[in-house]
């Protein structure tokens, strides 16, 4: 009795780092091939051709089309917790009050309540760039935007 059929191949063509959309985290990779052959008692001697290529994730071993190493991996959403927590140090750092305000909003947090908190950070003196009409903490030297020298009165 005569025993032949096909049967696929596997090779890894290449390793990495990629953004896996199962995990939802960075994770290695193996780039693989599949090529099917003919077989005679199992084992694979005629090459009949190419399957393809496919990604598979070394973590939860889901594949992927090769396609998803052009995923880029989600941007993390800031709190509204770590925006609170860093306002000072945005405003001190040189952060436009518009910028800080607008992102608290952004959060959930009211815009009456945002703009209590900028003042109390700051206080009421602000410097204003004439070219943008952005307004800065008073030590602020220079405009985030367009890098000109901000006035020396407030």
Do not use: W
Request: glycine share 6%; aromatic share 8%; hydrophobic share 35%.
């Amino acid at each position: 009795m005569i025993i032949f059929g096909t049967r696929n191949k596997l090779k890894t063509v290449g390793t990495g780092q990629f953004y896996c959309p199962r995990c939802q985290a960075q994770r290695t990779y193996e780039r693989k091939t599949a090529k099917r052959y003919f077989a005679l008692y199992f084992v694979p001697l005629i090459p009949m051709g190419d399957l393809g290529e496919f990604v598979e994730c070394t973590t939860c071993h889901m594949t992927y089309n090769v396609d998803v190493l052009k995923t880029k991996a989600p941007v993390q959403q800031v709190g509204a917790v770590e925006l609170l927590n860093s306002v000072k140090s945005r405003l001190v750092g040189g952060d436009p009050v518009e910028y800080v305000v607008r992102d608290l909003t952004a959060a959930g947090i009211e815009r009456d309540m945002a703009l209590s908190l900028v003042q109390s950070t700051i206080g009421d003196k602000r410097k204003l760039c004439a070219t943008c009409n952005l307004s800065y903490a008073t030590d602020i030297t220079r405009c985030q935007e367009c890098q000109l020298p901000l006035p020396e009165s407030a």
